[in-house]
């Protein structure tokens, strides 16, 4: 009787339930407001602010906890991104007066034009509920909660009108941030998942150093960025540990 011959078995076990992952994607932020000590003094109208669109790259380490159920940890980096925004007011009177023509510290109407670099880290713990595989496809819903530490740097505040030219100090805010999540997963073997998601990011409010007068006649306290949230889309891949070699199984000739 020839020896028998090693036959593929079906693969149980073959993963373990911890895994890690990578990631890369698109941060799209937008700016709920901006404010300064500055909008105390007069009636400012902020007219126009935006953070632009950025690239976002990180990692992490998770833990499947049954067929529905997986917690991971990630940490990213997210790439500067150019914050703009404009304001105007109507001028008058005020106790703080950047371009004052008149001894009672009355000042002319003008407009502000603000540029700087928005830059930032994340770290979140999140959860996700697998609901199930149709043709080969999982799709889930999560959530996180974590920190977003934010960064405002180079920030540059002109005042055309009043020949006004301020610079900010660099300064950077850690906040709690929070986010959800939604995705289709596709496993293309035993150990290697292929994840692309959209995710809504919370990552709180960000603000300059002091702001002072290129000419050092005069400063305010800081530009604050308020409620930076952003829409992410991200391609990822995650890579099951654990894996093992398949066991042949003998099948004998008669």
Not at 10 to 35: M, S
Not at 52 to 65: A, M, N, P
Not at 155 to 166: A, G, I, R, T, Y
């Amino acid at each position: 009787m020839p020896p028998p011959l090693p036959v593929a078995a079906p693969c149980v076990g073959c993963t373990g339930p911890t895994y890690l992952k990578g990631f890369i994607g698109a941060a799209n932020p937008t700016v709920g407001g901006i404010h300064s000590e500055l909008f105390e003094t007069n009636d400012f109208e902020v007219f126009h602010k935006d953070i632009k669109s950025s690239t976002l790259f990180g990692v992490g380490i998770g833990y499947e906890f049954n067929t529905w159920l997986r917690f991971d940890v990630t940490g990213e980096y997210r790439g500067k991104s150019l914050f703009i925004a404009q304001d105007r007011f109507p001028g008058g009177n005020g106790s703080f007066s950047r371009a004052s023509n008149a001894a009672d510290g009355t000042f002319p109407p003008g407009t502000n034009e603000y540029t700087a670099d928005i830059e930032s880290w994340v770290g979140l713990a999140n959860a996700y509920i697998d609901l199930g595989t149709y043709f080969c496809i999982t799709p889930y819903i999560g959530g996180g909660v974590g920190f977003a530490s934010v960064s405002v740097l180079g920030l540059k505040d002109v005042n055309v009108q009043n020949s006004s030219v301020f610079y900010g100090a660099d300064n950077t805010e850690t906040n709690f941030a929070w986010a959800v999540h939604g995705g289709l997963a596709y496993e293309v073997n035993p150990s290697v998942t292929v994840d692309l998601s959209y995710r809504y990011t919370d990552l709180g409010d960000a603000r300059s150093g002091r702001v002072t007068a290129f000419d050092g006649s005069s400063s305010y306290r800081s530009l604050e960025i308020e409620d930076i949230n952003s829409h992410d889309l991200m391609l990822g891949m995650r890579w099951k540990l654990g894996h093992q070699p398949v066991a042949p199984m003998p099948v004998a000739f008669r």
